[in-house]
């Protein structure tokens, strides 16, 4: 979904499930990432395409900034680098955090067993992820983040290290605790999902004049009218 354009920058709204990666195999260079985001928020890809400034994991969904010019590029990947750019997510977790608000500052690098993962390690980059709790519900908890870095799967691996991974998040933990989940109608919502449910709600840049905000996803929401019953 089309959520802002100037002349300088374009956000739209990722659907879950659109890969972003990038690398040196056919079909996943930073071209074709963009394509296929494009096509995936119904978006005509314009002649010169829009550069990429980050990416979101495959199955998380919200906000991603493109860049329109090479000058507007440069201005936003230094506005990343140098944290001026915030970052807002929302994230279901299983259990309640404590204390309810807090920072979460561990130190992840590359798991040694599985290269596709991240994990906390003494000797990796230090990496601190700031949360608020939303609403408590009975087993779950519907959180606010702000990661103040942004390594590889940051929020993911903090969650899952503090003992509350991303309901639906099979990679670190999150995917399989439904089988506990009493309430059929949760259950059976929580046995569909097919990917974390995390989601980048808000990216702002206040000297760039981007504040930009994406609705929760259908999967998301439908969750939480369920929690709220």
């Known amino acids: 979904m089309h959520l802002f354009e100037n002349d300088e920058v374009l956000a739209l709204d990722k659907p879950p499930g659109v890969s972003m990666a990038t690398s040196s195999k056919e079909g996943k260079s930073a071209e074709a990432a963009v394509r296929r985001l494009l096509g995936a928020c ?9 550069l990429l400034v980050h990416r979101l ?47 979460i500052d561990l130190a992840l690098g590359r798991d040694p067993k599985d290269g596709r993962k991240m994990r906390v390690r003494d000797d990796g980059k230090p990496s ?13 908890a519907d959180l606010e983040l702000q990661p103040e870095t942004g390594r590889t799967h940051q929020i993911r691996v903090h969650l899952s290290a503090s003992g509350h991974p991303i309901v639906g998040d099979g990679f670190y933990g999150g995917a399989s605790r439904w089988h506990g989940v009493r309430d059929p109608a949760l259950r059976a ?37 369920i929690l709220r019953r």
């Open 128 to 140: 601190v992820t700031r949360y608020a709790t939303r609403r408590r519900f009975p087993s779950l």
């Open 42 to 50: 119904g978006v005509v890809p314009p002649d010169p395409l829009p």
């Open 57 to 103: 994991d495959a199955g998380t969904s919200g906000v991603v900034l493109f860049a329109k010019t090479p000058a507007a590029h440069r201005a936003l990947s230094l506005g990343f680098q140098e944290r001026r750019a915030r970052k807002t997510y929302r994230a279901l977790v299983w259990g309640h955090p404590v204390p309810a608000k807090g920072a």
């Open 189 to 225: 919502a929580l046995a569909r999902l097919t990917r974390p449910l995390l989601h980048a709600e808000r990216i702002e840049i206040p000297e760039m004049g981007i504040d930009v905000t994406a609705h929760l996803p259908r999967d998301y929401e439908e969750t939480l009218k």
